[in-house]
């Protein structure tokens, strides 16, 4: 559903692309260094059962302002029907970044979730790893 009809509906740029780009629907945004906000899309989707959207960073806003998604990825369940919107931070430790209304902020992907059906066990099986950690293949 488009809640603001000076903004476009998400779009793939290019034939073969896995994300759309999600817009921002508000007014002009200042992000100090360091800073983040949450910047509406314009839009509250019915994701299906078994599916999340996934939100994600757009690249080209990664190197070339460093901006970012900061729950990346973000989802967006099956069951939510309020307003997509995107927790932008800004990297840059000395500039301030300007975000224009109607600017690709980010991407959105539809993946299928595999369901999980717990089953409670005594021990798990070995391996060669275990219980081996954070930087445990050196």
Request: proline residues 6%; neutral net charge; glycine residues 10%.
């Amino acid at each position: 559903m488009r809640l603001r009809k000076d903004i476009p509906l998400p779009q793939y740029r290019h034939r073969g692309d896995a994300g759309v780009d999600l817009f921002n629907a508000g007014e002009k945004i200042l992000l100090k260094p360091q800073e983040r906000a949450l910047i509406p899309t314009g839009i509250k989707v019915a994701i299906p059962y078994g599916y999340e959207l996934q939100i994600r960073p757009r690249s080209g806003l990664a190197i070339n302002k460093g901006l970012t998604v900061l729950n990346s990825p973000g989802t967006v369940d099956s069951t939510y029907r309020g307003e997509v919107q995107v927790i932008i931070f800004n990297t840059n430790p000395k500039e301030t970044i300007e975000i224009k209304k109607g600017e690709r902020i980010a991407q959105a992907v539809l993946k299928k979730v595999e369901l999980i059906e717990w089953e409670e066990c005594e021990e798990l099986d070995e391996t060669v790893r275990n219980e081996g950690g954070f930087g445990s293949t050196g």
